[in-house]
């Protein structure tokens, strides 16, 4: 079966607010009928693209209610109010209770569930009788049965609930079960697939035509270029209204008002983090040539929408009155950088107060030895906020850290710090202060002339000036000598000194980074195989160097970030060699108001080929309130992970969830965005860590 297009995002237990809002006069929800096409499509909803209907199979009386969906936008609310009784307040005091009773409890009475439409395409309409005259016969329709993502049904269970909604279709429509989490995966494993046909999930996301990226609205200038080359020629001319489609963005992409991917990439790339970062957006449109050839869409001046469950382009009659975006008229703010002669030190001595003497990258990291460490932490907070009609999630956190339900306060918090310390450590190394740049800057007398003349061309605006001005800078920065004083206090800084240090990894940590508005995702270097001491000072030359590329200085001034104001400090660690690396940020980047998932890729080896789109990554979501994960892509990998290590990504996600508690500041909905690897014995140590933009 070839599929063309992926199933909506399951619609599972009520997430927030109180139960009984006012209902249409008109519910067509059917109880015991046959499923046949035209019924399904006067119940329907639309999700993602996709029609889809919830079901609810009664066990104790045989039969089954189909919702309406327009009436009935939850499962819960129904079976509580229509069938058992319950008044909408008594649900709301107890709804944790009912939900446990119809989606964990092995002898419920209610199976859950939802049917999508999807089309199988192809099919000669003369000979099959099951084909969709809405599609002109062309195009045969089958269904997908899921459950929520939380639902924990049985092996058996599962093929109950199947084989009841099987009988009661009309027997043309095919139906497959799709696993709604790694759970059901593992126990459907030893069932036939003759008795219950099944499709997983990334069978249906990998073939889908438009994929929300970053949620969004841009009216711009759609400017597509089919090939890297073309893009390079004219990258130069490229502005804040353009909107710049090709199949895979660079990293060094301007800012501009939307992206648009046509081929596939990952949420947690660069790009798409530079695009959460601008609040621009951003999504996979595989049939953009289509659009362009019909719509005449090239160069056009168009309407660009991005939401959950959809994706537009709209041709616009006219050229549209713009104004200057707000970024062009609120300039980001950087702390003042502090130049005082401090000394390097290692990351564990570092905190987040030390980010205007060493740079953002590595504040954060010494905050997270901090965290790690025995202190008094509390990282229980995102579980402890209201989330209607629930008081906290507080009573979910025990069940996934394993302690008693009772469990709360200091007891909690402490049981959380331990799972966090138990599943991972915080990486070993040391920062180079803004001070060492200072010094090092100072002590080359080409390089104030040219940097004052770079500040003259930024603030007369003479773009063509810009970028060879950076270069000449760069330049002198990469092959000026460091003064033999300074090179043996970084050579120092190494305990082993680096002869002794094997091989090593030098990162950048700049002021100018992982602010609010203003990531800078993939805009200055790291160097990630350093060997001896001239690998190492060319490596922190280059890092140096990396503050003044004509990408990095353009966005900066495009941001309102003067030039001085900017600072670079290195990180130096050793290399620690990964079987697996990667990305998650502790939110569903395509679906904002989901609280409850961690989105997570991964790859074999370190992260950079996740965040650099160089490859495919799996692709994970996992559910930190009720638990449970499930796949949602295998990338350009053939297989899915094994169970074991599945489920330590799921220890892996819960803990990035618990660490946002600390890192988030007054808001502990502020998601993080955390790359980290997975050495050769199943350990997980975090590379970087630092606030996602959202």
């Not at 209902?23 to 119940?43: I, K, M, N």
């Not at 209610?110 to 099959?128: A, C, K, R």
């Not at 270069?471 to 460091?482: A, C, E, K, S």
């Amino acid at each position: 079966m070839s599929i063309l297009v992926t199933t909506p995002a399951t619609p599972g237990a009520r997430p927030d607010g109180p139960s009984g809002a006012p209902r249409p006069a008109a519910d067509r929800t059917a109880v015991g009928e046959q499923l046949s096409l035209p019924l399904f499509r006067t119940l329907a909803g639309t999700l993602a693209g996709h029609p889809y209907l919830k079901v609810v199979v009664d066990r104790a009386e045989n039969t089954w209610h189909l919702l309406d969906t327009a009436v009935h936008p939850f499962h819960v609310d129904y079976l509580a109010t229509r069938i058992l009784g319950m008044r909408p307040a008594e649900l709301d005091a107890r709804l944790d209770a009912v939900n446990a009773s119809v989606y964990t409890d092995p002898g419920r009475r209610f199976l859950l569930g939802v049917l999508s439409l999807h089309t199988d395409p192809g099919t000669d309409p003369g000979t099959d009788p099951g084909t969709d005259p809405g599609t002109g016969g062309r195009e045969r329709p089958f269904l997908v049965l899921e459950t929520t993502e939380a639902d924990t049904m049985s092996g058996p269970l599962l093929e109950e609930f199947y084989t009841s909604v099987r009988h009661r279709l009309d027997a043309r429509l095919p139906l497959l079960l799709k696993p709604a989490n790694h759970g059901q995966e593992h126990e459907l494993a030893t069932i036939s697939d003759v008795r219950v046909p099944r499709i997983h999930s990334h069978q249906l996301f990998g073939s889908r035509t438009r994929t929300p990226l970053n949620p969004g609205t841009a009216v711009g200038r759609l400017r597509y270029f089919r090939t890297a080359d073309a893009y390079a020629a004219a990258a130069g001319d490229l502005g804040w209204s353009d909107i710049v489609a090709m199949p895979r963005l660079p990293d060094d992409v301007p800012r501009v008002a939307g992206f648009i991917n046509t081929a596939p990439t990952t949420p947690l790339s660069h790009t798409n983090v530079l695009a959460s970062g601008w609040g621009i957006p951003n999504a996979v449109v595989r049939d953009l040539d289509h659009l362009i050839a019909t719509d005449g869409l090239d160069g056009a001046w168009v309407r660009y929408e991005v939401r959950d469950d959809d994706i537009t382009l709209l041709r616009l009659a006219q050229a549209p009155t713009l104004s200057t975006p707000e970024w062009h008229r609120q300039p980001i703010r950087v702390l003042p950088p502090r130049l005082a002669d401090l000394p390097a030190l290692p990351l564990h001595r570092l905190r987040r107060t030390d980010q205007d003497g060493y740079g953002t990258k590595a504040a954060n990291l010494g905050e997270l030895h901090h965290v790690l460490g025995d202190h008094d932490v509390d990282l229980t907070a995102f579980h402890g906020r209201p989330r209607p009609p629930r008081t906290d999630l507080h009573t979910h956190l025990t069940a996934r850290l394993g302690v008693a339900p009772t469990t709360r306060g200091a007891e909690l918090r402490a049981a959380a710090s331990a799972f966090t310390r138990a599943t991972v450590a915080a990486p070993d190394g040391v920062a180079l202060p803004f001070a060492f740049q200072h010094r090092f800057l100072a002590s080359c007398p080409a390089v104030r002339p040219s940097i004052d003349e770079l500040r003259a061309a930024l603030e007369r605006d003479e773009t063509g000036a810009i970028d060879p001005l950076c270069r000449t800078l760069q330049h002198l920065v990469r092959h000026t000598p460091i003064p033999d004083g300074l090179a043996r206090r970084i050579t120092a800084a190494l305990p082993a000194g680096p002869e002794g240090a094997g091989r090593l990894v030098v990162r950048s940590s700049s002021n100018a980074e992982d602010l609010p508005g203003f990531s800078a995702a993939g805009v200055y270097d790291s160097v990630t195989d350093v060997r001896g001491t001239d690998q190492l000072l060319d490596a922190v030359r280059r890092v140096w160097a990396s503050l003044y590329s004509p990408r990095s200085v353009r966005l900066r001034h495009q941001a309102g970030i003067p030039l001085d104001d900017a600072r670079m400090g290195v990180i130096i660690q050793r290399y620690r060699p990964a079987d697996l690396g990667g990305v998650l940020v502790t939110c569903n980047p395509t679906r904002r108001a989901d609280f409850r998932n961690v989105c997570l890729n991964c790859s074999p080896g370190s992260p950079e080929s996740v965040v650099d789109g160089t490859a495919l990554p799996l692709q994970y979501l996992y559910n930190t309130v009720e638990g449970g994960g499930r796949t949602v892509s295998l990338g350009s990998c053939a297989d899915d992970l094994p169970a074991g290590t599945r489920q330590r990504l799921a220890r892996l996600a819960l803990a990035g969830r618990l660490l946002q508690s600390h890192f988030s500041d007054d808001d502990v909905d502020r998601p993080l965005d955390v790359e980290w690897l997975m050495t050769d014995q199943g350990a997980f140590h975090l590379v970087q860590i630092r606030p996602y933009a959202r």
